[in-house]
């Protein structure tokens, strides 16, 4: 019995040591839990081409503090299944601790930390996409070096979102055409093709449209276009005469104003110096000849064709009526006239 009593009192003697080391230790830690529970994309900025999305990653968490906790994002084509992207944050609030190195110095460092106990924590990554596609936001939750869980989200349909701001346009194309030429100049008619990305009609709106030569950039012709209001979700097109230098390239610059402010820009280009005389070296003879263009820009002038109508036309006077016949006319009239009275008047006088 007395042997029963020590093995008792032995064990509970153990006990409290082990207890009391417990609190001096901080006694027994609970472990943590901690999982992914949504993703939510949220549309920031659109424009005409990209869209800035920000993932919102809500983790949850319970049990014993944890730090060192890190998400990784990544951001993959939804058709291709690549890579376009990838994100990483630590999740938690900073906390500085303090430390003793391995000289006795007192040491702080900031680490992130999520507290002990039951919450939410949420972290918010942010990618930037092109409109048009498909996409798939693959976020996974690490605890130090160890992988803890891993969730998805998809995202499609970006085309269909509003472009922000009051105008948004877009010069799709910018052609040029010889419409003649006079001495050492080349009219060119430039035409430009707008689309308003909105669905709602733009403000009155303008558009400059400047020439530069290729070489020296000096400023050759410059116009302003009243390009007035443009119909919503449509494309719409404004054409200019330019007056430029022949056998030079020019670049050309458009933009569209809307008051003081540019909401869309356009560029190109006007090669007119492969119409211009060209030397050429004879290696054979050791001399240079001119050498005449092989095209000319009249080429390059649409032919404008006469119409002909299908029924017989009918000569016109100056003023739109048809010729008279030819016959007596007014002079005719009158003198009829004047020998009728006189007739009748030696009547009356006999």
Same mark, same amino acid.
């Given at each position: 019995?007395?042997?029963?009593?020590?093995?008792?009192?032995?064990?509970?003697?153990?006990?409290?040591?082990?207890?009391?080391?417990?609190?001096?230790?901080?006694?027994?830690?609970?472990?943590?839990?901690?999982?992914?529970?949504?993703?939510?994309?949220?549309?920031?900025?659109?424009?005409?081409?990209?869209?800035?999305?920000?993932?919102?990653?809500?983790?949850?968490?319970?049990?014993?503090?944890?730090?060192?906790?890190?998400?990784?994002?990544?951001?993959? *084509?939804?058709?291709?299944?690549?890579?376009?992207?990838?994100?990483?944050?630590?999740?938690?609030?900073?906390?500085?601790?303090?430390?003793?190195?391995?000289?006795?110095?007192?040491?702080?460092?900031?680490?992130?930390?999520?507290?002990?106990?039951?919450?939410?924590?949420?972290?918010?990554?942010?990618?930037?996409?092109?409109?048009?596609?498909?996409?798939?936001?693959?976020?996974?939750?690490?605890?130090?070096?160890?992988?803890?869980?891993?969730?998805?989200?998809?995202?499609?349909?970006?085309?269909?979102?509003?472009?922000?701001?009051?105008?948004?346009?877009?010069?799709?194309?910018?052609?040029?055409?010889?419409?003649?030429?006079?001495?050492?100049?080349?009219?060119?008619?430039?035409?430009?093709?707008?689309?308003?990305?909105?669905?709602?009609?733009?403000?009155?709106?303008?558009?400059?449209?400047?020439?530069?030569?290729?070489?020296?950039?000096?400023?050759?012709?410059?116009?302003?276009?009243?390009?007035?209001?443009?119909?919503?979700?449509?494309?719409?097109?404004?054409?200019?005469?330019?007056?430029?230098?022949?056998?030079?390239?020019?670049?050309?610059?458009?933009?569209?104003?809307?008051?003081?402010?540019?909401?869309?820009?356009?560029?190109?280009?006007?090669?007119?110096?492969?119409?211009? !005389?060209?030397?050429?070296?004879?290696?054979?003879?050791?001399?240079?000849?001119?050498?005449?263009?092989?095209?000319?820009?009249?080429?390059?002038?649409?032919?404008?064709?006469?119409?002909?109508?299908?029924?017989?036309?009918?000569?016109?006077?100056? !003023?739109?009526?048809?010729?008279?016949?030819?016959?007596?006319?007014?002079?005719?009239?009158?003198?009829?006239? =004047?020998?009728?009275? =006189?007739?009748?008047? *030696?009547?009356?006088?006999?």
């Amino acid at each position: 019995m007395d042997r029963n009593l020590l093995s008792i009192a032995i064990v509970v003697v153990l006990f409290l040591l082990f207890a009391g080391l417990l609190a001096v230790s901080g006694g027994i830690k609970e472990e943590s839990h901690l999982w992914i529970r949504n993703i939510d994309i949220m549309a920031d900025a659109v424009d005409e081409s990209e869209v800035n999305i920000t993932a919102i990653i809500m983790v949850e968490h319970e049990g014993d503090a944890a730090s060192d906790v890190e998400l990784l994002a990544k951001l993959y *084509d939804g058709e291709t299944g690549l890579l376009l992207d990838e994100r990483s944050a630590p999740v938690g609030t900073i906390e500085y601790q303090r430390y003793m190195d391995a000289k006795g110095v007192m040491q702080e460092k900031k680490v992130i930390v999520i507290e002990k106990g039951k919450g939410t924590v949420e972290t918010r990554l942010p990618f930037t996409v092109p409109r048009e596609g498909s996409y798939r936001v693959s976020v996974e939750l690490f605890e130090g070096d160890k992988f803890v869980t891993s969730r998805e989200a998809r995202i499609s349909g970006l085309s269909t979102l509003e472009v922000k701001g009051d105008v948004a346009l877009k010069i799709r194309d910018v052609d040029f055409a010889v419409n003649g030429s006079t001495g050492d100049r080349t009219l060119i008619d430039a035409t430009a093709y707008i689309e308003n990305l909105k669905s709602k009609d733009t403000p009155p709106l303008r558009m400059l449209i400047k020439a530069e030569d290729e070489k020296t950039g000096l400023l050759v012709d410059k116009i302003e276009v009243d390009v007035g209001t443009l119909t919503g979700s449509g494309t719409s097109v404004r054409s200019a005469r330019l007056n430029l230098l022949s056998e030079r390239d020019h670049l050309i610059d458009l933009t569209i104003w809307n008051g003081d402010k540019i909401v869309a820009e356009g560029y190109g280009m006007v090669a007119l110096s492969p119409f211009g !005389d060209r030397t050429e070296f004879i290696p054979v003879t050791g001399t240079v000849v001119e050498k005449e263009p092989e095209i000319k820009v009249e080429d390059f002038i649409a032919p404008r064709p006469v119409p002909t109508p299908d029924v017989e036309m009918i000569p016109y006077g100056m !003023d739109g009526m048809a010729p008279r016949a030819p016959g007596f006319g007014l002079a005719g009239v009158i003198f009829a006239l =004047l020998i009728a009275l =006189l007739v009748r008047r *030696d009547k009356h006088g006999k």
